[in-house]
């Protein structure tokens, strides 16, 4: 049952004027809601046009955001990037106003079970492969949350007798309260976000409200490798599936004789050989064992899962290839903005690397990373905010050969002069792209036209 009639009638306050904020906007403002989109910046700072969004009835307050804004709201909406300890939402908590985050309001509006992934690094790619193996049962698949279309809007379009695939960042977990995926996943937890969730324990119960509301039918997928994440088991509801990597597992989904295998109630079911995966690493084969778990419980055919697994490419920005020039493979990996998805990618190579990193510091502990980067990284191109504390680190660790560049365009020339096969161009940064670039995605796109004019 679609619960709209919720929201009908209701004065609603939406932070953030990003495209998960205007799609719950123009969703609520159907649905029968008086809508205000507010946001920090200014107009004349946005390069999106709001004429639309006034047509439409919806009111709009962009620059200052003071306690005028919450005079008779009755739900405070936060899009994904909007944190919860800002002021006005604290003032709002206070007043009462029931705070919820774009994506409970999706949970509220879905027809359809949801399917929900969520992890320290993978998501993007796990949540893509789910997409793509649910689509072979036949049943309505629509795929978003932390990636494409906003999550409410995807929500709206499947009917009962679909799913709901969702990627959900600790940000977006925030501010959950009904929200109760018939399906979970999460695949690990490193420090990450620490300068917005400031402790572990604060990051590690904001991702565990993923499965805090589901029941006893409800599934969770949990890696069994990382300890964290295992211990998870412990405070959940529902029925616990674990993966691994590295064991054979009682009961789970785990490599076993380079095979992916699935065990549960008596049944052993093979899957599918990790040579023929098409997405290589170690950490790509989490990813697949995560995902067909998930698959596996949804109602996906074995064998139709192992077709996906042969064929799914990967996503964008993740250990992509993007050009070979003169015998030197160049690869976009700048949807690594921590040290540990950087690490994946190191690894994902045998060695001699030319690694471009960088960007805006999360200060988390980079000492595994450069110990990595010593073994692995021919040439080390720092740039941006972190360049200082990262030259810091990796020195600190022996790596040699440490560059910082000036601007992002200098990076890449720096990279191209330096590389001789065998060697690879790899940009993994291990930071966030918001001292030069509006996100992951746009860095990544600048990276490829860059190298592209190199050919």
């Not at 494409?148 to 695939?165: K, M, N």
């Not at 940000?171 to 009904?178: A, D, I, K, N, T």
């Amino acid at each position: 049952m679609i619960r709209q009639t919720e929201f009908a009638n209701k004065k609603i306050l939406i932070l953030g004027a990003g495209i998960s904020g205007i799609s719950v906007a123009n969703i609520l403002q159907r649905l029968g809601a008086s809508v205000t989109v507010s946001d920090a910046k200014p107009g004349d700072k946005f390069d999106r046009d709001f004429t639309e969004l006034k047509e439409a009835g919806i009111g709009l307050a962009l620059g200052n955001q003071n306690e005028e804004l919450l005079a008779g709201i009755d739900y405070l909406v936060l899009s994904p990037g909007i944190s919860i300890y800002l002021p006005l939402v604290a003032t709002a908590q206070a007043r009462g106003i029931a705070v919820v985050s774009e994506v409970e309001i999706a949970f509220r509006l879905s027809a359809a079970p949801m399917v929900a992934i969520t992890g320290t690094n993978g998501k993007t790619t796990t949540t893509t492969l789910v997409g793509e193996i649910l689509k072979t049962t036949g049943r309505q698949v629509a795929v978003g949350g932390n990636i494409g279309a906003a999550l409410s809007e995807q929500a709206l379009e499947v009917g009962a007798e679909g799913f709901v695939v969702a990627e959900i960042s600790s940000f977006q977990l925030e501010g959950v309260s009904r929200f109760c995926p018939r399906i979970a996943a999460v695949l690990n937890l490193t420090p990450d976000h620490l300068d917005r969730h400031r402790t572990m324990q604060v990051y590690q119960e904001t991702k565990e409200r993923i499965f805090r509301k589901q029941q006893a039918k409800d599934y969770l997928i949990l890696n069994y490798d990382d300890k964290a994440v295992r211990t998870m088991a412990e405070r959940a509801p529902g029925k616990v599936v674990f993966f691994s990597r590295q064991q054979p597992l009682e009961s789970g989904i785990f490599v076993k004789d380079g095979q992916i295998v699935l065990q549960w109630e008596g049944k052993t079911v093979p899957i599918c050989a990790v040579e023929n995966i098409k997405i290589k690493g170690g950490h790509n084969v989490e990813n697949a064992l995560a995902a067909c778990a998930i698959g596996y419980f949804a109602g996906a055919r074995p064998a139709a899962m192992a077709e996906v697994l042969k064929t799914f490419p990967g996503v964008e920005h993740r250990i992509e290839p993007v050009a070979e020039i003169a015998g030197v493979a160049y690869y976009n990996d700048s949807k690594a903005t921590n040290p540990e998805s950087s690490i994946k990618a190191l690894e994902a190579f045998a060695g001699h690397i030319i690694l471009i990193a960088g960007g805006r510091d999360k200060n988390t502990d980079l000492t595994e990373f450069m110990k990595l980067a010593k073994e692995r990284v021919d040439h080390l191109i720092l740039l941006g905010e972190a360049k200082e504390r990262f030259a810091a680190a990796a020195a600190q660790q022996g790596v040699q050969n440490i560059h910082q560049a000036a601007s992002f365009t200098e990076a890449v020339t720096l990279a191209h002069e330096l590389a001789r096969q065998p060697q690879v161009v790899l940009l993994s940064p291990a930071c966030a792209s918001y001292d030069m670039f509006n996100n992951y995605e746009e860095r990544g796109k600048v990276f490829k036209e860059l190298v592209r004019r190199l050919g």
